[in-house]
């Protein structure tokens, strides 16, 4: 397993990111670091994509995630989720998304986009930071900063669950630290007294 020298509760920004996308020594790895930035995914979710999950229309693309973490019960809250994202043109088009478009177009039927293990993922994503913030991370800190700033401009509760794929308010609270009122209202509603440690931004 790589390791990290940056810890998990840091945020990626926007020009972190796009270092590490034109950094990629290859497409596939540009491809990886577009879709944890825009899907915010596990890398095992990630991984399993194939063509079929991908739809692509002019105006939009929807992305198709099968869930791949349980609950404790063994079963699934979310089995799969789909992430819609609007296609814009010119001074405003998203790089990361075309490049998904460009190569998944190059993906013959019912094979995965990215055929390689979450190790590779580690490792590629691990470098990738160490060149370009001098810091080695992981795909969980796309992850972490995709809810993050999801929280910060203003996404509801079950809209940043649904697209974590998470069955509770528990899994989503460390990524609300930026506004602890919707942590605290939450908490009030299912009855606790105390609020859990937020860690600050």
Same mark, same amino acid.
């Not at 810890?7 to 926007?14: D, G, K, M, S, V």
């Not at 789909?82 to 790089?95: A, E, H, P, S, Y």
């Not at 019912?110 to 390689?116: C, N, P, Q």
């Not at 299912?190 to 440690?197: N, S």
């Given at each position: 397993?790589?390791?990290?020298?940056?810890?998990?509760?840091?945020?990626?920004?926007?020009?972190?990111?796009?270092?590490?996308?034109? *950094?990629?020594?290859? &497409? #596939?790895?540009?491809? %990886?670091?577009?879709?944890l930035w825009l899907t915010g995914g596990r890398p095992d979710e990630i991984l399993s994509l194939k063509p079929e999950n991908i739809d692509i229309y002019t105006d939009k693309?929807?992305?198709?995630?099968?869930?791949?973490?349980?609950?404790?019960?063994g079963k699934f809250k979310t089995r799969?989720? *789909?992430?819609?994202? &609007? #296609?814009?043109?010119? %001074?405003?088009?998203?790089?990361y998304l075309e490049t998904i478009?460009?190569?998944?177009?190059?993906?013959?039927?019912?094979?995965?986009?990215?055929?390689?293990?979450?190790?590779?993922?580690?490792?590629?994503?691990?470098?990738?930071?160490?060149?370009?913030i001098k810091k080695r991370i992981s795909p969980y800190h796309f992850r972490h900063s995709v809810f993050t700033w999801f929280a910060r401009n203003g996404w509801t509760i079950e809209q940043i669950k649904y697209w974590k794929g998470a069955a509770s308010i528990a899994s989503v609270e460390p990524y609300l630290h930026a506004v602890p009122q919707i942590v605290a209202f939450?908490?009030?509603?299912?009855?606790?007294?105390?609020?859990?440690?937020?860690?600050k931004p």
């Open positions: 397993m790589p390791k990290y020298s940056w810890n998990i509760e840091e945020i990626l920004f926007e020009e972190d990111v796009k270092a590490m996308f034109h *950094t990629a020594k290859t &497409k #596939r790895e540009a491809v %990886l670091v577009s879709l693309v929807a992305i198709t995630i099968k869930t791949l973490k349980l609950k404790k019960d799969e989720r *789909t992430l819609v994202f &609007k #296609r814009t043109g010119g %001074l405003d088009t998203n790089i478009i460009d190569y998944v177009r190059t993906i013959p039927p019912d094979t995965r986009i990215l055929s390689y293990t979450t190790r590779w993922a580690e490792l590629k994503i691990n470098k990738l930071g160490e060149a370009t939450e908490n009030l509603h299912r009855g606790k007294t105390r609020l859990k440690p937020i860690a």
